[in-house]
């Protein structure tokens, strides 16, 4: 989510420059359970730092060895944590080189599309939070943006628990 951008002069003013976006964001990390319901939303982080990295600075990685049990669909960002536990988190597959086989084209995209009908309801929800009006372009302050979005969070958690 783009952000207020920090101050001239102020430490750190860098970290929140996205590599994608090319923006001040701050970005969220949400797990949803197959329905798309929000379970936990949290780990709020600049928006330079990468995906894997907030996932073991915030002890997630942790739980997959303590809950062997959990399974997890990711996207293409949390591929080392699907190397780490192959069991247990399935990303997308790798996309074949260019002088690939038509048959190994054709068996990618087949994996990459099923593995995406079944983490769509996912997208979905993730998507569902940035419907909300505060956070189309949230235009607040930068501290305030964890509780706000913990709020909308919540207020979708409920929404969805209705249906």
């Known amino acids: 989510?783009?952000?207020?951008?920090?101050?001239?002069?102020?430490?750190?003013?860098?970290?929140?420059?996205?590599?994608?976006?090319?923006?001040?964001?701050?970005?969220?990390?949400v797990i949803t359970d197959g329905e798309g319901r929000t379970l936990w939303a949290g780990a709020f982080r600049p928006g330079r730092m990468h995906d894997q990295?907030?996932?073991?600075?915030e002890g997630i990685a942790d739980l997959f060895t303590q809950f062997p049990q959990v399974k997890a669909k990711v996207d293409a960002g949390y591929r080392g944590l699907a190397k780490e536990f192959p069991g247990q988190v399935q990303a997308p597959p790798?996309?074949?080189?260019?002088?690939?086989?038509?048959?190994?084209?054709?068996?990618?995209?087949?994996?990459?599309h099923k593995q995406s009908s079944e983490r769509i309801c996912v997208e979905h929800a993730n998507a569902e939070h940035k419907q909300w009006r505060?956070?189309?372009r949230y235009l607040g302050r930068r501290e305030d943006f964890d509780e706000t979005f913990l709020a909308v969070a919540g207020l979708v958690s409920d929404r969805a628990a209705e249906r």
Request: net charge positive; glycine share 6%; no cysteine.
């Open 1 to 29: 989510m783009q952000v207020r951008r920090p101050r001239a002069g102020k430490p750190g003013r860098r970290a929140f420059v996205s590599g994608k976006k090319k923006q001040n964001t701050k970005k969220a990390t």
């Open 134 to 136: 505060t956070l189309q």
């Open 53 to 57: 990295t907030a996932v073991r600075t």
């Open 94 to 112: 790798l996309k074949p080189k260019k002088d690939a086989t038509p048959e190994e084209t054709a068996a990618y995209e087949a994996e990459r």
